[in-house]
């Protein structure tokens, strides 16, 4: 069974930064696609950024709402995946999920993801 645990959020206030962790227990992470969506109360999971499985490149894919600001990447000696978030602001202020898909065409579409993490909740002031 595939485990994901993510770490490093937090508050923070606007205009500042923080570092998502999302470790992977699986020694084929390499072969996952990877991604970060993000839910606010009441509101519907969305998409904010992936990255392609090494095989494949590792194309990183953004949301427009985050492009600029954020960046995924991947270590896959330490299989973890990270997202850096800088220039936060109120609006991004959520419950941050990373994800792992086996297989996939469209890395945006949470549906092609199998596994989850618990979340971490991420609170930028304003």
């Known amino acids: 069974q595939e485990q994901l645990v993510e770490s490093g959020g937090g508050l923070v206030q606007a205009g500042g930064s923080l570092r998502l962790s999302c470790a992977h227990s699986?020694?084929?992470?390499?072969?996952?696609?990877m991604g970060w969506f993000r839910q606010t109360p009441g509101q519907e999971r969305e998409f904010a950024a992936a990255?392609?499985?090494?095989?494949?490149?590792?194309?990183?894919y953004y949301a427009d709402s985050v492009k600029g600001r954020f960046t995924i990447s991947r270590d896959n000696a330490k299989d973890t995946m990270y997202l850096q978030m800088n220039s936060l602001n109120p609006e991004d202020t959520a419950v941050y999920y990373c994800?792992?898909?086996?297989?996939?065409?469209?890395?945006?579409?949470?549906?092609?993801?199998?596994?989850w993490g618990q979340g971490t909740q991420v609170t930028v002031s304003s």
């Open positions: 699986a020694r084929t992470f390499r072969r996952f696609i």
């Open positions: 994800a792992a898909a086996q297989y996939g065409s469209t890395p945006t579409n949470q549906r092609e993801y199998d596994y």
């Open positions: 990255i392609g499985s090494s095989w494949s490149g590792a194309k990183t």
